[in-house]
């Protein structure tokens, strides 16, 4: 008799712990449990950054009641590993917002080993196009972020231009300052990179959104426009900012909640698919004004080429169901009102496993 109830105890036992593997399977994304490494460049920061942190299950969401917008933008980003056998070249201030970037004489007092060949476009008057550029150059030292925007150098062998974000950053840390200047946060975290949109893995990181801040964004005295992990908002910010929305800031993450599906929300793209997932899952940092009626999110500079090469239009084609998707999206998020320094992604059980050690 008690050799049957041992045996009894141990098969119960056994139950329970195959239940166990079951749920845990669920819970986190096996893709990412069998990723043992990560290459810091191409997924920098600590594995608690806010860039990598997921949404926890404590999170509280409220209501961000973000409406579709008449159009979608990229917000391009320029990200380069430095090589010491390349001519030193001095940073300037550049010489306005507009066009005459490349006119500016204020030195920022820093140099950087690039190629005489690399060459970022002068903003534009017709058509107006004055791109943020956000950059973030990895110093030969394997550690220190020099982050740049909006970074223009206009001729071959030139001086390069923007505003030096300080102080620099180390790429193992938390990476939570940088050169996207409505708000102080990174050029570098957040971002969508090369290969994210069109390869069979999912995005396993926070993103970067931009709002139209005379819409969307709150701004008073006592509340200044900004949100942790934000530390400034835009210096025009109490002239142009327009929400009616405290929680909706700089600064602010935004996610969908685990109750949607994309089924409920009509998705039928892989890349539309993707970015559920990486919003649910993660969420996404406000990080600039877009300053239209335009949502926009952050990329790697060459992502759009190769997302057009894969599926035929770009990121920002309004035309065809993927603009109709990204426009859902936009009007499922919520804001994660208790993100904070103690309780990053709104604290508890984190939704996904967290980012594995960087190996280089």
Known sequence: MTILTNRRQQLLLLVVLITIVAILSLHYSPTSSQIVTRDKFLWPFSSRSPWNMPIGSNARYIKANIEKAQNISIDKEYFYKTNSKHPLRPVYAPGTWGQGRCTGTKSMNIYLPIPDTLIIPDATIYPYYTPNNASAFLMADGK????????????QAGSIYGWHYYPDINIYGD??????????????????RKGELTNNQPIRHALKVLLWAKKYLYYTNSIP??????????????????????????????????????????????????????LQD?????VDDSAWDSHDIAVEQGVNEEFRKIYGYDL??????FYGELMRLFQALYIVDNNNPNSIGGGGIPRVALAPPIAN
């Not at 220190?144 to 001729?155: D, G, I, K, S, Y």
């Not at 050169?179 to 969508?192: D, E, K, R, T």
């Open 144 to 155: 220190t972020l020099v982050q740049l925007q909006p970074l223009t150098r206009c001729q």
């Open 175 to 192: 990476g939570i300052g940088g050169a996207h200047f409505g708000s102080g946060l990174s050029s570098i975290g957040g971002s969508i």
């Open 225 to 278: 426009g900004y949100r942790w992990p934000a530390n400034r908002a835009d210096n025009y910010a109490a002239q142009v900012y327009g929400g009616k929305n405290p929680a909706l800031v700089q600064g602010t993450l935004l996610a969908i909640p685990p109750t949607v599906k994309t089924h409920t929300l009509n998705l039928q793209t892989s890349a539309a698919k993707k970015i559920f997932h990486a």
């Open 282 to 286: 993660y969420g996404a940092y406000v």
């Open 316 to 321: 920002n084609n309004k035309n065809g169901k």
